[in-house]
């Protein structure tokens, strides 16, 4: 069984550019979800999509757009990066729909920092 | 605002004790609470849950307790080895909206065993 694998692990940009961050779900998994832990704080939820589609969102501007791929996989676009978009990135799958309990898998997330 | 608290940012236990990992919350929708454990460089790990419906669950070395009318949750690990060192993040979450809305986690608090 796969896990929750992403890409790039470390990357850094500069204020003002677009960054893609890439996301393969777990085996057998149809949900995939996305979330930004800053430094000193817990993961704050981005968003989620369950068979290609966005059901879910936080408290995100637009300028974060997501996809989910007929395999499950999945990218997160943030554009016009700012330098508070710094933070580890965690992709997470999972069994969605109303079955979803909450557990979730982590990948080891993408570590983005802006300057 | 946040709606779910992890007042304490650290705890430190001796090896073989009992370590209390306390978290709260505002949010009477959240009805599914879990728990989970992160390592540094890797990404958080699902550790225990436990539904509104019940006071308390108990998985091994791993107890969480729910006391609804005070809007509050304890973790407790027995003994505690040094393996759990790590930081431990309190989630909840509201089923009833189908799941979409993502987990809402605390800040986390950093588990220390000490020899």
């Known amino acids: 069984e796969t896990g929750v694998t992403q890409s790039p692990t470390h990357l850094i940009k500069t204020r003002g550019q677009q960054v893609t961050l890439r996301c393969s779900s777990q085996s057998g998994h149809n949900t995939v979800s996305w979330y930004q832990q800053a430094l000193g704080q817990g993961p704050q939820f981005i968003f989620q999509y369950y068979r290609e589609e966005e059901n879910g969102r936080g408290n995100f501007p637009p300028r974060f757009s997501g996809l989910q791929f007929p395999n499950y996989s999945s990218e997160l676009n943030v554009n016009a990066l700012e330098l508070d978009d710094s933070a580890l990135y965690l992709c997470?799958?999972?069994?969605?729909?109303?079955?979803?309990?909450?557990?979730?898998?982590f990948g080891e997330g993408s570590r983005l920092t802006v300057l | 605002d946040q709606q779910v608290k992890q007042n304490s940012p650290s705890l430190s236990v001796q090896e073989g004790r009992i370590s209390i990992l306390n978290c709260d919350y505002t949010n009477s929708m959240f009805d599914y609470f879990l728990w989970y454990k992160k390592y540094p460089a890797e990404g958080p790990t699902f550790l225990i849950s436990?539904?509104?419906?019940?006071d308390k669950n108990e998985d091994g070395r791993f107890t969480v307790f729910l006391n609804k009318s005070a809007k509050h949750l304890s973790l407790h690990i027995v003994p505690s080895q040094p393996g759990d060192s790590a930081v431990y993040f309190c989630a909840a979450f509201a089923p009833r909206g189908g799941g979409a809305d993502g987990l809402t986690f605390g800040k986390g608090t950093h588990l220390i065993i000490q020899p």
């Open positions: 436990i539904s509104s419906i019940k």
């Open positions: 997470a799958s999972s069994l969605g729909g109303v079955a979803n309990t909450g557990e979730l898998f």
